[in-house]
């Protein structure tokens, strides 16, 4: 690529028909022609070899373009075509140089070349400048019209058109000589017409028009004025003989090309006049494209971004020899351009430092204005495609434009849905925080949840309106909807856990309020226990109730659901004495000998209680208690469960001895496992159970009101310390004499002292009369093994007290300390219900029982 004076050129396609894709690339650059849009125009020029082209370009456009030297000969200067840019032409203006026709460089074979480039010219040019001679205007064969007629009838006869001559024409072709090629862009120009005319046989719209430019060179003293009519009449006959679609019969040339006609001097003969000539007509290409302009139709052309693309297509549909769709191909260049531009844009967005970070920052949590800024970056993306892409095809501009915008959000929605989860999820914990902030204030619990759960979805809805793209028609919907489920699912673990306290809470007062209660009357155990017991269950249930009520009156429960909760509380309370009776009943055996043991059996006797009345009341009590615990009365129904227990176990217990068995066996109330007129749930005991208490009750404490009667009458007679009178006169008549001895003699009341405080305190270390209880045999054996060292133990005691110092409190006397050891065990205890102890006037009487 040459680059001289602010002009730069380029061999476009060499003489082989090679396509220089690199030299056009480097040229598009250099000249900028990517920014300039559709601000650009391509001038062409074709005409004879050696006819002065590049030397008209030059003077014409300021090019560098390679002019044959004359004083070498005349041959071939340029080959194939090249192309430059104008200097100091505005707009931007790409001027191509065609290799000459009728070269003897190509001899024979330069035809098909020759067709190809003009068509090429033609295809891609604004402007065609047709190079002929002046002395060549009205001559029959050098204006080519034979050829034109027999080319023109060749391609109108198919129904595509087709860019090719027949081979038969080929000769008529070369027939022509060196005149018909002077001619030969009007040839192209005329089925350029035709293919256009071929696209629209509806009448459609009209392709752009092409400006054809008839250069005139070495004008001979003729007037212009009397060669351009020539010229225009014999190119309307060619036109008008034509054969065209029935659509365009008679549609005139200019609806297709503007003609136009200049003259110019002899370079050679007349050098200043031909530079003056050209000055003027490089005038009439400045803002060409403007209307009204050389090039001021503007209707299909490729823009300046697409220039080299297009220009590669049309040269290998030529070189193909295919069908040369003009609006066909216009649709693909775009397609192509457009689809480049729009993966530059979508690169230049996956590069965009703003995009990445937006990217980063939505994986850690919610973007303030995230949806702002990404539709800022997505809609400056979008706009420079449209700038660059505004010149092509609308529709396929319109497309690639979509599907652009689709590419970008489906880049970016992965950071808006994690922007929406970030957001769902920030909004669910503010909304726990307050929800249970307002709920620990005291405020009611349905309208602490309609107000927070109101409040924090308008706030998601706030922050997915910050988040939402606006080129996106993306809804939050679902978004929503899960956050609002989210919510509902909080809000009813809340209440649940709520309620559940409440209904604890309730439930544990009414154990505390019924359980203690409910066994204190279960022990008393009278016709008024159930009585008793139910108005304590009502007043408690009501009090439970009605304070719960008033709690969820909070909740806003529907009224179903407020009466189960209200009803599980009253059969809680049921359930709690019915438990308690059901574990008193569990117990009753113990409970009725603890009864009988209690009130009925003391445990020290005088010798004179009524032991066979007390049994009999004490029995009687603990027949109504096993009466009591018999069933659950709960509902105030009438039963005879007393009068069935009173009849079956102590009213016929006497008769009962003169029925046999079988006759028992029928009358018998308690032979059944069920009570009358009692359902099986509220039964705690059963009447085969009851009577098996009963009986095992009775054998329990018979021993025991059997070894309190022994204990009574041993305590009778302990009663009875004193000798008969008789024998206390006896003692007095007899015992006279050693009685006045004593009374001589004191020291021997003093030994008879100190032997029985011995004999006493021996009694009491020693517990005799609790050795000699197992029998005398093994007292006597116990008592011989622990006599010494009792003994021992005692005078010990007494060296100890002889040793210690005056200034010490004195010990307590001998006697005292024996008569506390006699005072402490004065009785001896018994375990449970099974001993019974008499005690009268400091003497002990124990019996003991079996073990139960």
């Known amino acids: 690529m040459d680059n001289d004076a602010g002009c730069c050129s380029t061999q476009l396609i060499d003489g082989d028909g090679t396509f220089n894709v690199t030299g056009l690339e480097k040229f598009m650059k250099e000249v900028k022609l990517g920014e300039c849009g559709l601000s650009y125009a391509v001038v062409s020029i074709m005409g004879p070899q050696s006819s002065g082209k590049s030397t008209l370009l030059n003077h014409l456009f300021g090019t560098n373009f390679r002019e044959m030297d004359a004083f070498k000969g005349r041959s071939q200067t340029t080959k194939g075509i090249w192309m430059a840019r104008c200097a100091g032409i505005e707009p931007t203006t790409i001027v191509m140089d065609l290799e000459g026709t009728d070269g003897r460089e190509r001899g024979e074979d330069d035809t098909a070349f020759e067709k190809q480039s003009a068509l090429f010219a033609l295809a891609v040019s604004d402007i065609v400048l047709i190079n002929m001679w002046c002395h060549d205007i009205g ?381 204190a009357l279960l022990d008393s155990a009278s016709d008024e226990t159930w009585p008793s017991i139910r108005k304590l269950l009502r007043r408690e249930s009501q009090s439970a109730v009605s304070g719960l009520a008033s709690d969820l009156s909070g909740f806003d429960l529907d009224e179903q659901t407020r009466g189960k909760m209200l009803a599980k509380l009253e059969d809680h309370a049921r359930s709690v004495v019915e438990a308690k009776a059901r574990e008193e009943a569990g117990r009753i055996l113990i409970r009725m000998k603890d009864s009988h043991d209690a009130d009925a059996m003391p445990r020290v006797w005088t010798g004179k209680e009524d032991i066979r009345a007390i049994t009999k009341f004490a029995r009687s009590a603990s027949l109504k208690l096993l009466s009591v615990l018999a069933v659950v009365r709960l509902d105030d129904e009438p039963d005879d469960i007393d009068k069935t227990l009173c009849l079956a176990l102590v009213e016929n217990k006497s008769s009962s001895s003169s029925t046999n068995d079988n006759s028992l066996a029928l009358s018998d109330p308690l032979a059944s496992s069920t009570w009358e007129k009692v359902p099986s749930s509220k039964t705690l005991i059963t009447p085969v159970q009851c009577k098996s208490m009963w009986r095992q009750f009775q054998m329990e404490t018979e021993y025991t009101v059997s070894q309190a009667i022994a204990a009574q009458e041993a305590s009778r007679r302990s009663n009875n310390w004193l000798p008969p009178g008789w024998a206390i006169i006896a003692m007095v008549v007899l015992g006279f004499n050693e009685f006045m001895t004593l009374l001589r003699n004191p020291l021997y009341l003093a030994v008879l002292f100190v032997g029985f405080l011995v004999s006493k305190a021996l009694w009491v270390q020693l517990d005799i009369p609790n050795e000699f209880r197992h029998g005398i045999l093994p007292g006597i054996l116990s008592l011989s093994s622990r006599f010494l060292p009792t003994v021992m133990n005692m005078l010990r005691k007494l060296a100890e007290e002889g040793n210690r110092p005056a200034s010490q409190a004195n010990p307590p006397p001998v006697s005292n300390t024996i008569q506390g050891a006699s005072r402490s065990n004065s009785s001896v205890s018994s375990s449970g219900s099974s001993r019974v102890t008499v005690v009268e006037n400091g003497t002990e009487y124990s019996s003991s029982a079996k073990d139960d």
């Not at 070495?218 to 029935?246: F, G, H, M, S, Y």
Request: glycine content about 6%; proline content about 4%; aromatic content about 10%.
């Open 139 to 519: 001559r029959e064969q050098a204006a080519n019209k034979p050829l034109l007629k027999t080319v023109f009838q060749v391609n109108c006869v198919s129904s595509v058109f087709i860019f090719r001559f027949p081979p038969s024409d080929y000769f008529k072709w070369k027939a022509m000589g060196l005149i018909c090629r002077m001619t030969y862009g009007i040839i192209w120009a005329m089925v350029k017409i035709l293919r256009a005319l071929s696209l629209t046989p509806d009448g459609g719209s009209f392709p752009r028009k092409t400006t054809l430019m008839f250069v005139i060179r070495d004008k001979t003293r003729t007037p212009l004025e009397a060669l351009e009519p020539v010229l225009r009449e014999d190119i309307q006959k060619i036109w008008n003989a034509v054969p065209k679609p029935c659509a365009h019969e008679e549609t005139p040339l200019s609806e297709f090309f503007n003609v136009e006609v200049v003259a110019l001097s002899s370079y050679e003969e007349k050098e200043e006049q031909f530079k003056q000539q050209v000055a003027d007509l490089r005038k009439r290409f400045f803002h060409s494209i403007n209307p009204g302009g050389l090039a001021g139709d503007r209707r299909g052309v490729v823009p300046g971004s697409g220039f080299s693309f297009s220009a590669q297509q049309i040269w290998k549909v030529i070189k193909e020899n295919k069908d040369l769709d003009l609006p066909a191909h216009k649709v693909m260049v775009a397609t192509v351009r457009c689809e480049e531009i729009a993966n530059e844009r979508y690169n230049d967005f996956i590069q965009n430092q703003e995009w990445l970070q937006l990217e980063e920052a939505s994986h850690s949590g919610r973007v303030p204005r995230f949806g702002k800024r990404l539709s800022s970056i997505i809609g400056n993306c979008l706009s420079g495609y449209d700038s660059e892409a505004v010149y092509f095809d609308e529709g396929v501009r319109t497309a690639k434009r979509r599907h652009l915008e689709e590419r970008l959000l489906q880049l970016v929605q992965p950071a808006f849905q994690s922007i929406l989860g970030h957001l769902r999820s920030e909004t669910l914990d503010k909304f726990k925080e307050a929800f249970d902030k307002a709920l620990n204030g005291g405020e009611g619990f349905a309208a602490a949840a309609h107000s927070c759960k109101q409040h924090f979805v308008n706030l998601f809805d706030e922050g997915c309106a910050d988040s939402v793209i606006d080129q996106a028609n993306w809804d939050t919907y679902k978004a929503r909807s899960k956050l609002v489920r989210d919510l509902d699912e909080y809000i009813a673990s809340v209440r649940a856990a709520k309620l559940a306290e409440l209904t604890s809470h309730y439930e544990a007062k009414l154990n505390e309020a019924l359980s203690g209660p409910v066994e």
